[in-house]
């Protein structure tokens, strides 16, 4: 689906790396989707039985939190794109847990990484929202709040899953560089309507360029942990 180069390059590269190692697979698999209640990953696995579960309106199946409503082995791949960093810390592990039992071949995870860079980013990001009296967005705000996963827990899952690789993807100067672009308006509204169409062609090039730069192992720079959990 060629909508999908319309999104977000961060939103892009997510789903894209998720897809991708589904893809690795095969295609004639269930995918359970833990806090995707937005669908995005139906974009870029067309033809998939995707089902969606999350505490918020919007998904196939609402849950408490807490447990998980699914049973061992439901779902042949159980995905989780930027969830992890909207719980308390202490509840992370727990939460891979019980996706890892619903996953019959592969559990894969994407979220944000505490790494030097993006900790400063945000939290020159939150003070930017404070210094114009602007209210800061909620998702930033729960980062703030739990944390980013950081590689303290990344060695908790590589300790308990031996099958777990942990890998760092994502440049912090390239997502700096998209939130700027996206946040850029002009107080003409005729032009900002041609701004807003050429954010457009920003996308696409950008998400189309993104396989190539988003590998990097540098505990500094990367802005993203992917984990993959294959059951034996």
Known sequence: MLNKYLLPPDVFIRHWLVANEIKKTGLDQKVLDVGGSLGEMRKFLPGVKIVTT???????????????????????????????????????????????DIAKRKLILIAPFASIQHEKYEKKLVEKYNLIKSAVPSYLLEHRKYGLVTTAQLNDVSSKYP??????????????????????????????????????????????????????????????????????
């Open 163 to 232: 099958s777990a690789i942990c890998s760092l993807v994502g440049r912090v100067w390239l997502d700096r560089l998209n939130f700027s672009v996206h946040m850029f308006e002009v107080k003409a509204g005729k032009i900002n309507r041609i701004i807003y169409y050429l954010k457009f062609v920003w996308n696409i090039i950008l998400n189309l360029l993104s396989p190539w730069i988003i590998f990097n192992q540098n505990k500094v720079s990367a802005s993203r942990a992917l984990i993959i959990i294959e059951k034996l």
């Open 54 to 100: 999350d505490v918020v309106p919007g998904a196939d199946i609402l849950y408490d939190g807490k447990k998980l409503p699914f049973k061992k082995g439901e779902y042949a791949f159980v995905v989780s794109i930027d969830t992890l960093e909207h719980i308390p810390s202490g509840r992370r592990l727990d939460l891979i847990g019980q996706m890892t």
